[in-house]
């Protein structure tokens, strides 16, 4: 790195670039945290235009020229090999899990990355705020769960929101939506307060990607769009190729938080 | 119209459509109202990935489908005749303007229509916590600039961004500020608050669009992104057909102001 001063979110990129595997939460706290899918330009228009029909779980930080692993986000970062793990798709099924994208982004040589929004950064305010985010204290990843609520399609691209679960004190509530509300780059306000039946989750103890959480008495279950909205639409519209970040292991920033919020 | 309850908003729709022509401020107050730009599917992606690198100018409501002229804003809106004036450019210059768009969205069945976010929403949010809107009290339109700062460009889209100036007074700058962020589906907070040569801006007195308006001692000039952004980059990339509205004739749409506040 030519960099002097190498911070803390550049100095996990260089360890995922060299290798290293671990989810990302809690690295380098108070930058922003992404989600990110490439495809091919042919399909990339259906997707910004699905992002900007579903904002909330789809919000787009940044997106890359066809071909370019480079990203405004964070300067001298590759792409390709500086998320700790990735996940490759094929016909909308997850084929494999591998460390190092370089040879799944040689395969085409008009790939476009979008940067998507990630929870991580309205979880720091919670907690600031004095709000315990159960999976963190707990140490697992945050439950989440598809819902009978489909996005708005957008050309060949259609799917169901994927949304978390965060357990809040019910007298706390108003003030989780009212802080993450002030964050809409990444997911914004709750899409959903109670009554997980509504969004068709017949069983809050077995979310379909993550870990299950403790509720405790008195607390309300509080729905959130996620981030992973992008990968049900990749299984939904069977998109020829994809390459994703594998949930949990995120692509870490230059970018404050703080730059996002309202 | 089958609607039994007409609204204010469709009421005027329905009088452009029929012919009428009018400034639209001050029109269905409360009501978000649009920018709007068509341009051939070819380079929608251009524009939309334009509006995405460049949020502040180019807050994207809607988008529809390539060929369709109706929005989920406005049920029942055909984007091609409901709106006062429009502009028709042809390889980025300005060649008519006219009431009824049909005869040129004939032209292509692959027109796509992009709405985007109008600074009368946060207008009327300043109104409402008393603080003056010079143009509005003065009855004339809203002073715009081109600037010295450029958009980040987005494939073969690129051009300045343009401004609207609004003179505030100093002790209630902060207020303003706060209150327009807020909205940041349509532009937001200012993006510059005083010092107008910074902006490259010579004369607040010759307005590139719209009228001069008096700035009162204490007031300080204060800067919006604006909407008429798009048509800057319509010239300045030399687009080879688009239709846009005619600057402070709008889209009216059914959504109220309050539907985009933080």
Avoid at 44 to 68: E, H, I, M, W
Avoid at 220 to 238: H, K, L, N
């Amino acid at each position: 790195m030519t960099q002097i001063m190498a911070t803390e979110a550049q100095a996990a990129r260089t360890r995922y670039r060299a290798g290293a595997v671990e989810p990302t939460a809690g690295i380098a706290p108070g930058m922003v945290q992404a989600n990110t899918i490439a495809l091919p330009r042919d399909w990339a228009y259906d997707f910004l235009l699905y992002a900007q029909r579903n904002p909330k779980p789809c919000p787009v930080l940044d997106v890359t020229d066809p071909g370019s692993f480079s990203t405004v986000l964070a300067e001298g970062a590759d792409l390709r090999r500086d998320i700790p793990l990735y996940r490759i798709w094929r016909d909308g099924q997850l084929a494999e899990e591998v460390t190092d994208a370089s040879p799944f982004y040689a395969e085409r040589d008009d790939l476009v990355t979008f940067l998507i929004g990630c929870s991580f950064s309205f979880e720091s305010a919670l907690m600031e705020a004095g709000i315990e985010v159960r999976h963190i204290v707990d140490g697992s990843n945050v439950p989440m769960f598809r819902t009978s609520r489909q996005c708005r399609p957008a050309g060949r691209l259609k799917g169901e929101m994927v949304v978390s679960m965060r357990p809040i004190p019910a007298s706390r509530v108003a003030e989780a939506a009212t802080i993450s509300a002030r964050l809409p780059a990444v997911h914004g306000a709750p899409v959903h307060v109670g009554a997980p039946e509504e969004l068709g989750i017949r069983d809050l103890g077995a979310p379909d990607f993550g870990d299950p959480v403790r509720i405790e008495p008195g607390e309300i279950p509080v729905f959130w769009a996620c981030g992973v909205t992008p990968q049900a639409a990749v299984m939904a519209s069977r998109v020829p190729f994809a390459i994703t970040h594998a949930p949990g292991y995120m692509f870490i920033t230059d970018v404050p938080d703080s730059t996002y919020r309202i």
